[in-house]
Nanobody, 127 residues
Framework: QVQLVESGGGLVQAGGSLRLSCAAS????????MGWFRQAPGKEREFVAG????????TYADSVKGRFTISRDYAKNTVYLQMNNLKPEDTAVYYC????????????????????WGQGTQVTVSS
């Protein structure tokens, strides 16, 4: 069992930065692929970024490449999403997800590929 708690969301002006955190509880964090998704009002949830169990591989949605960075801290059981140069279209609820017992280097990019989800944190970018 993995429990995920996101934090770090808020209101920021366009061009600003935020860092989201996802604290995981449970013994399986270290062998879990982790990911960030987002859902804007009236839209489906979409993949944003993912990181492998090893931490050696990352994947990003085209819309955030070069602006967002996903990372993980095994000692703190936490995964981060650093978001720079934010745009109004980044406004959404951001969700953290985990897939335990993943392959060492696999990055999971599909919603159905994850087993556990956090409650979400709101990010609002004003123009």
């Amino acid at each position: 069992q993995v429990q995920l708690v996101e934090s770090g969301g808020g209101l920021v002006q366009a061009g600003g930065s935020l860092r989201l955190s996802c604290a995981a509880s449970g013994r399986t964090f270290s062998n879990s692929a982790m990911g960030w998704f987002r859902q804007a009002p009236g839209k489906e949830r979409e993949f944003v970024a993912g990181i492998s169990w090893s931490g050696s591989r990352t994947t990003y949605a085209d819309s955030v490449k070069g602006r967002f960075t996903i990372s993980r801290d095994y000692a703190k059981n936490t995964v981060y999403l650093q978001m720079n140069n934010l745009k109004p279209e980044d406004t959404a609820v951001y969700y953290c997800a985990a897939r335990p017992q993943s392959s060492w280097i696999v990055v999971v990019t599909t919603e159905g590929g994850y087993d556990y989800w956090g409650q979400g944190t709101q990010v609002t970018v004003s123009s």
